[in-house]
């Protein structure tokens, strides 16, 4: 069964900085992944996904992803950090025909005025 | 319009009680699922249906029991509950076409059990 490790729990960063997040998958054949951001007290939005075709993915709120299959890895980015981009993100492998999504455990990211 | 709406939003029960929470999508969608995050933010699958056919059953208690009247509905009744089932649970739906498709999310519903 297909898995993701998201390595950094709690991440720091100050408003305006750059931002990466690190997801790295585990699956025999092609994945299609995904981004989530959940703020407090809400639900998992779609941030970006990944299903084929150029590895760079674009996503809402100024997001991006780069999908590395020699690394197993879809990090998501962001140029410049806004307050409001405080929240919970979850990196997300999905496989098969049977929409089996599997999320790794979570990136918080607070933002330092 | 609420695409994905589950209720209530927060449900506090005793022990041992029965309780059911309650989803449906207005997306088309032929596939919902039960998620259940714990206090860590962890998220795990617990049900899949598509089209009213269970597909994934990850290993959960037999408490935990989906009802699916529909394609639009997902039910999830849980008997005898316990402290450990606190949690929020998460309902969700997608379109199943080749491959996974991304899946959109209720709000979730707050269980405590005290």
């Given at each position: 069964?297909?898995?993701?490790?998201?390595?950094?729990?709690h991440?720091?960063?100050?408003?305006?900085?750059?931002?990466?997040?690190?997801?790295n998958?585990?699956?025999?054949?092609?994945?299609?992944?995904?981004?989530?951001?959940?703020?407090?007290?809400?639900?998992?939005?779609?941030?970006l996904?990944?299903?084929?075709?150029?590895?760079?993915?674009?996503?809402?709120?100024g997001?991006?992803?780069?999908?590395?299959?020699?690394?197993?890895?879809?990090?998501?980015?962001?140029?410049s950090?806004?307050?409001?981009d405080a929240?919970?993100?979850?990196?997300?492998?999905?496989?098969?025909?049977?929409?089996?999504?599997?999320?790794g455990?979570?990136?918080?990211l607070?933002v330092?005025? | 319009?609420?695409?994905v709406s589950?209720?209530?939003?927060y449900?506090v029960?005793?022990m041992?009680?029965d309780?059911?929470?309650k989803c449906e999508q207005?997306?088309?969608?032929?596939?919902?699922?039960?998620?259940?995050?714990?206090?860590?933010k962890?998220?795990?699958?617990?049900?899949?249906?598509n089209?009213?056919e269970l597909i994934?059953?990850?290993?959960?208690?037999?408490r935990?029991?989906?009802?699916?009247?529909?394609?639009a509905?997902?039910?999830l009744?849980i008997?005898?509950?316990?402290?450990?089932?606190?949690?929020?649970?998460?309902?969700a739906s997608?379109?199943?076409?080749?491959?996974?498709?991304e899946a959109?999310f209720?709000?979730?519903t707050?269980?405590?059990?005290?």
């Amino acid at each position: 069964a297909q898995s993701v490790t998201q390595p950094d729990i709690h991440i720091t960063v100050s408003e305006g900085a750059s931002l990466e997040l690190r997801c790295n998958y585990s699956y025999g054949a092609t994945p299609y992944l995904f981004w989530y951001v959940q703020s407090p007290g809400q639900g998992l939005q779609l941030l970006l996904k990944y299903f084929s075709g150029d590895t760079l993915v674009q996503g809402i709120k100024g997001f991006e992803a780069e999908f590395k299959r020699s690394q197993s890895s879809f990090n998501l980015r962001k140029p410049s950090v806004h307050w409001s981009d405080a929240a919970e993100y979850f990196c997300a492998v999905g496989a098969g025909n049977n929409n089996d999504m599997r999320f790794g455990a979570g990136t918080r990211l607070t933002v330092k005025p | 319009d609420t695409a994905v709406s589950q209720t209530p939003k927060y449900l506090v029960t005793q022990m041992g009680n029965d309780k059911s929470i309650k989803c449906e999508q207005n997306l088309g969608h032929d596939t919902m699922y039960w998620y259940k995050q714990d206090s860590k933010k962890f998220l795990k699958i617990m049900f899949s249906y598509n089209n009213k056919e269970l597909i994934i059953n990850e290993t959960v208690p037999n408490r935990f029991s989906p009802k699916s009247p529909d394609k639009a509905h997902l039910n999830l009744h849980i008997n005898s509950l316990e402290l450990g089932d606190s949690a929020v649970y998460f309902c969700a739906s997608s379109q199943r076409r080749q491959g996974t498709s991304e899946a959109f999310f209720g709000q979730g519903t707050r269980l405590t059990v005290v």
